[in-house]
């Protein structure tokens, strides 16, 4: 009956609220939100409103994004309560709770503090938290009550997730029934609290997905959670609290992650203005490996073995007869049983890359070293296995494992050491085993001395062959397809299983000559697979040029060629994976362009500089790129640029540094001037494409099809009369005006300038550029560029002259 009074005084004021309008961020104790009306945040970032989902009449109190036309719900109050009707009212009553009232005055659901409440406000922020909060409280993250700590199926920046150990209050993601349906689901994702904390997907109450405990760089299973240029994240666990929680990089890019019971998986997407849609960024599970305790008590899921759940070393399968999916749950036995009488009869085996055994029954010191934490595990019968609890700078802090080890996978990023509890034969062969390996290695050695000693001998051979062929003494098809490439070689059959079969969802991308996959290898290392189309015009020479050319160069800023495969009509390149593709996809991206500030931009120009500067001097053979674009800079996980696809390449030996050709190779817009014209290349022509690059990477525009809307000229000609004109602001990327170091950007312009210069010998070498983009020293001043007039109509075209200025290349054999 206390409720139904307690209605009734909150209603009986009811008359004398009013209803605002739109556009207002708060609710006063004078004021009220009814269906039909929203709050919207101060920055217009999201509202808070009422709304029904699919076909249903039912209505909800919900948040969702402001100026994103997919309505996407990110938190609800009543989803177990919905409103039948569109009477529904929020209101603060006089004790200062917030409620939602429906049309017979019932509560459909409220929320109060455990304080006594002054004068309340509710208050829609900027990060899509709803408060509740006294007026004039001057501390801005003092909340009485806030909506971050009661989350639904989705996941915001600046969200904890996790656990208040002061009070023992949980925030956990909890899946919406279906999209159409808010209410509570069985899929749901929370910190787990045992001694040493992990991130669980549960089913109901059944572990479904674990990420595995943190290492103090990221989870030990959790593949999808590192380092990126999207968020950022931590893992807090002291003795107040135990969360994880993570925030934008750029307050322009907007992310959520969201636990989705249809699918069953966790999912991360990023809204893409351009495309005026949400796309994935990553998912959990990603594979069957990450499915919960999937090859049971010992048994390690290994991604690309067969079968998948493989007993770890010393254990055997507990079903001898088989070993199938039916029987992988049921896990692994040892082949020897430990006993506890001696403990010299006790030893442990390190078992490197995996992500760590669930942790329900562990235990934790984060004061101890690996050595103490070994004694200590040495010393109780009970304890399975140790590890380290923080691998940062050698590894630090001790984590034990007691009764079976279950949920064990090998991993290839974030992986861990651990030490199984084993007995000492295995530990004294294992070290037997490591001795062989030694022994294996010397001998190794000692044959590669002697083979490199006969390569001697018959490279000697091949340049007296290649010099007797270029007499016109031996056929040129004699010895062609036996040439040794010095590369590891795979099979198809091999890459076939990498990549699933070249299938469609590995595709990374498609350049000039054929495909490019991802690949996962059977130890789990990622590969990028190009599979030269049977179409391409990359004949088998090129093919070879390409391994040639990049087998020996070792180089941070070069991508590292791993191996080949020739089969049949099939020619096959095995590079390292790169996880953030190529550097076009960002600068001439609308959304992603916002990920690379000018700082990274910086950095990624130096470091094409300093691949080059490689290329041209240091390395081995004297080698001129010939295709040098933003779509062959490749970024790894850390955004560091990799120059990459060389199969238009050319080597020169000793002092050589130019050459001539009668089919010019390249790509449009990027060609120096008596390259495209005359065939002549040299070094200074890959300077010439740099120049276009680094252009292209400041102003986030290609340099052909670019063209200004008051006048006919390309990117060059465009920047040009800019720059010349003391306009440089209207030049650069827009999204880089707030990050920008002005000096810096427009030394770098002025550099690009001395680059584009119409005769070769006015551009500077890599070597000059180097210096000139790290040194404050005054700047020789660049003549006009070639190549600055831009697109002309066909008809005004037909009248004129030729130019070396407007150069027409489609008749040449371009890439």
């Not at 409720?3 to 609710?27: G, H």
């Not at 290994?302 to 079968?307: A, D, H, N």
């Not at 030394?747 to 010998?761: K, P």
Request: proline share 3%; with cysteine.
């Amino acid at each position: 009956m206390g409720i139904f009074a307690f209605v009734f005084l909150s209603s009986s004021l009811f008359l004398f609220y009013f209803v605002f309008s739109d556009a207002a961020d708060r609710i006063t104790q004078s004021q009220s939100l009814s269906d039909g009306t929203n709050l919207v945040s101060k920055n217009g970032s999201f509202v808070l409103g009422f709304f029904s989902t699919g076909n249903s009449t039912n209505r909800y109190l919900g948040i969702w994004y402001n100026n994103i036309p997919v309505r996407t719900v990110v938190w609800v109050a009543n989803w177990r309560n919905p409103i039948r009707d569109s009477s529904g009212v929020l209101m603060l009553n006089s004790s200062g709770s917030l409620v939602l009232l429906s049309q017979n005055k019932t509560i459909a659901w409220s929320a109060s503090s455990t304080k006594e409440v002054g004068s309340p406000v509710v208050e829609l922020l900027d990060s899509g938290n709803l408060v509740l909060r006294e007026e004039d409280e001057e501390n801005p993250g003092s909340y009485l009550w806030q909506s971050f700590d009661y989350p639904s199926d989705t996941w915001l920046p600046g969200m904890k997730l996790g656990w208040d150990l002061r009070t023992g209050f949980e925030r956990r993601l909890t899946a919406w029934k279906s999209p159409d349906d808010p209410s509570p689901g069985e899929l749901s994702c929370g910190i787990e609290l045992h001694n040493y904390p992990e991130v669980v997907m549960k089913n109901g109450s059944k572990n479904y997905d674990r990420t595995g405990p943190w290492n103090g760089i990221g989870f030990s299973g959790a593949i999808g959670v590192k380092a990126n240029q999207v968020y950022d994240f931590d893992f807090v666990s002291n003795k107040d609290e135990v969360y994880f929680i993570y925030h934008t990089i750029k307050n322009s890019v907007i992310t959520r992650a969201v636990v989705n019971q249809t699918s069953y998986l966790y999912e991360r997407y990023i809204w893409i203005e351009a495309d005026k849609k949400w796309i994935p960024y990553m998912i959990q599970p990603q594979d069957k490996c990450d499915i919960y305790n999937l090859c049971g008590a010992y048994g390690n899921c290994i991604i690309g073995e067969s079968p998948i759940c493989q007993c770890i070393e010393g254990f055997k399968p507990r079903s001898t007869e088989r070993w199938n999916p039916d029987d992988w749950a049921k896990g692994c036995v040892r082949t020897t049983e430990l006993s506890c009488d001696d403990k010299d009869k006790i030893g442990f085996v390190k078992f490197v890359g995996l992500k760590l055994p669930d942790t329900t029954y562990s235990w934790v010191n984060k004061s101890m070293n690996l050595n103490e934490c070994r004694v200590k595990c040495l010393n109780n019968c009970s304890c399975m296995a140790y590890s380290n609890t923080d691998i940062r700078d050698g590894g630090s802090g001790c984590a034990l494992w007691y009764g079976d080890l279950i949920d064990i996978r090998q991993v290839a990023a974030n992986g861990q050491d651990l030490y199984i509890r084993m007995p000492a034969s295995k530990k004294v062969n294992q070290d037997k085993q490591k001795m062989k390996v030694i022994v294996a290695v010397a001998t190794v050695i000692a044959v590669v001395f002697g083979v490199l000693l006969i390569a001697y001998c018959i490279c000697k051979r091949k340049n007296f062959r290649e010099k007797m062929r270029d007499k016109g003494m031996i056929d040129q098809n004699i010895d062609g397809q036996s040439e040794d490439l010095e590369l590891p070689f795979f099979s198809l059959a091999i890459i076939a299983i990498a990549t699933n079969k070249f299938s469609s969802n590995n595709k990374l991308g498609e350049g000039g000559f054929g495909l490019v996959y991802k690949g996962i290898l059977a130890d789990g290392q990622e590969i990028a697979v190009k599979r030269l189309s049977q179409n391409s015009r990359q004949g088998l020479s090129e093919f070879k040029n390409e391994v040639k050319s990049i087998a020996k160069l070792q180089h941070r800023n070069l991508v590292r060629l791993l191996g080949y495969c020739i089969e049949g009509e099939e020619k096959v390149l095995i590079y390292e994976y790169m996880p953030n593709g190529s550097l076009d996809s960002f600068i001439f991206d609308q959304m992603r362009s916002n990920i690379i500030g000018w700082s990274m931009r910086f950095n990624i120009i130096c470091g094409i500089a300093r691949g080059l500067l490689y290329l041209h001097e240091d390395s081995r053979l004297r080698i001129i790129h010939r295709d040098l674009k933003a779509s062959n800079i490749l970024l790894d996980s850390k955004m560091n640029p990799k120059i990459s696809d060389f199969g238009m390449a050319k080597t020169f030996g000793g002092d050589q540094i130019e050459g001539n050709t009668n089919r010019v190779v390249g790509t449009y817009g990027y060609m120096a001037p008596e390259y495209a014209i005359d065939g002549l290349f040299s070094v200074k022509s890959d300077v010439f494409s740099f120049g276009i690059l680094l252009l292209e990477i400041i102003c986030g525009k290609k340099n052909r099809g670019s063209f200004h809307r008051d006048h006919s000229m390309n990117l060059v000609g465009h920047a040009w009369k800019s720059w010349k004109e003391g306009r440089i602001l209207e030049l650069i990327d827009t999204c880089l005006k707030d990050s920008c170091i002005m000096s810096e950007l427009e030394r770098c312009l002025h550099i690009s300038f001395l680059c584009l210069q119409q005769h070769h010998e006015d551009r500077p070498n890599m070597s000059f550029v180097v210096m000139m983009l790290h040194s404050e020293s005054s700047l020789l001043e660049p003549k006009e560029p070639c190549f600055y007039v831009g697109k002309t109509s066909p008809s005004s075209s037909k009248n004129q002259s030729s130019s070396t200025n407007e150069i027409t290349i489609t008749l040449l054999d371009g890439r």
